[in-house]
């Protein structure tokens, strides 16, 4: 297999597999049983799934009533929880995912503050009155800023009005402690693929014994929650990459995001980084550079071996700005002109000193045609 290099800087959309989760993987790949069938081997997968399920409810601090459910990652967990619910009002922030955005049809937004974080008095009152079974989905960190949402203090506004909460965890997995029971949410989805597991494996945990509707239905896998044959390997994978998180190192990506921004910033004053007043993950900074298209910065880039990502959806061909820069008040042309940078598990400090170069050339290229110098 041919071996991959590049300055990889794109870990929120995915991040390697961890060495020992691979080797795990493999040896599990090459194990016959089917965790449905009755024989030794068969009771030997069941054991592998049910071990794993236990990591994970370790991981998130689930309660003894909390029900785990394997899924092919989260965007089956958020549809599975915002349309297995049940409920007859479903209430999602503006800067969701697009797998919690596009999963019903009939949706309320809540608006988020400039700042990023969600407009809690706005919750509350879109709450206020209600006397409809309602949902709110509220993400725990957005994948594209970085920013974290207060949840602890979202659940309480939930819990007042009687709704229940859903939380997307996914890009707080590894980065921030996860404590279902202290954040307050009824369900919370992971993805292995962004903690150092493999892709098309997640979770939903669902808490407290709330009712869920499986959105596939066939075999009793799962509780029933959840048809089809288990991702055995997959599920060990997504197991051993929760035991491998490692908050030491995550935090010592603050320092490195910090120095991206700061020479940035030292090199282009009209640098703009969405979050920056709102708590956030270490690992991430999303900023815009205007006049510079988003896709002239990556395909710079891109030349000189970097991975790094924009905020904008990509589809047939047109760049549409990134929702969640326009819900923060960002503008067309500063959405068209931002960059994600997202450290992970390897990143290397050389890596950081790497991009900074050679995006500070990109710049010094372009500075005149942007008007900037
Ligand atoms: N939610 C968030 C916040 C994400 O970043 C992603 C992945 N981009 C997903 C959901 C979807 O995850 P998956 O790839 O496992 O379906």
Request: glycine letters at 8%.
């Amino acid at each position: 297999m041919e071996t991959f290099t590049a300055t990889y800087l794109d870990h929120n959309a995915t991040t390697p597999v961890k060495p020992a989760v691979a080797s795990l993987m493999l040896e599990t790949l090459g194990f016959p049983g089917n965790a449905s069938s009755i024989h030794k081997a068969g009771r030997e997968a069941r054991r592998r799934i049910e071990e794993a399920r236990q990591t994970i409810a370790t991981f998130v601090n689930a309660g003894p009533r909390d029900v785990i459910v394997f899924t092919g990652g989260a965007t089956e967990a958020n549809n599975l929880a915002l349309r297995g619910s049940g409920m007859a009002r479903i209430v999602v922030s503006a800067i969701e995912h697009p797998s919690v955005l596009q999963s019903v049809d009939n949706k309320e937004i809540i608006p988020v503050l400039p700042s990023g974080l969600v407009d809690l008095e706005a919750l509350d009152r879109m709450l206020t009155g209600n006397t409809e079974q309602t949902l709110v989905s509220i993400m725990l960190v957005n994948n594209e800023t970085g920013v974290i949402q207060p949840l602890e203090e979202i659940s309480k506004i939930t819990r007042r009005h009687g709704a229940l909460l859903h939380t997307d965890a996914v890009q707080a997995a590894g980065r921030v402690p996860l404590d279902i029971q202290k954040l307050g949410a009824d369900f919370l989805t992971l993805s292995a693929h962004k903690m150092g597991g493999p892709q098309g494996v997640g979770c939903l945990v669902v808490a407290n014994c709330v009712t869920v509707a499986p959105l596939l239905r066939g075999g009793n896998q799962e509780k029933s929650l959840r048809a089809g044959t288990e991702n055995l390997a997959g599920i060990c994978g997504f197991a051993k990459a929760a035991t491998l998180v490692d908050f030491d190192t995550d935090h010592k990506h603050a320092v490195l995001r910090d120095k991206i921004e700061a020479e940035l910033k030292a090199i282009a004053p009209s640098l703009k980084i969405f979050g920056f007043e709102a708590p956030r993950v270490h690992n991430t900074s999303m900023f815009s550079l205007p006049g510079a298209s988003s896709e002239m910065q990556l395909i710079a880039l891109d030349l000189a071996g970097i991975c790094v990502s924009n905020g904008s959806a990509c589809s047939s061909g047109t760049v549409k700005p990134s929702h969640v820069l326009k819900a923060m008040g960002a503008s067309d042309a500063e959405a068209a002109a931002s960059l994600r940078v997202s450290l992970g598990w390897n990143t290397s400090p050389q890596d950081v000193d790497y991009f900074i170069v050679k995006w500070s050339e990109m710049y010094n290229r372009i500075k005149s045609r942007i008007g900037a110098a």
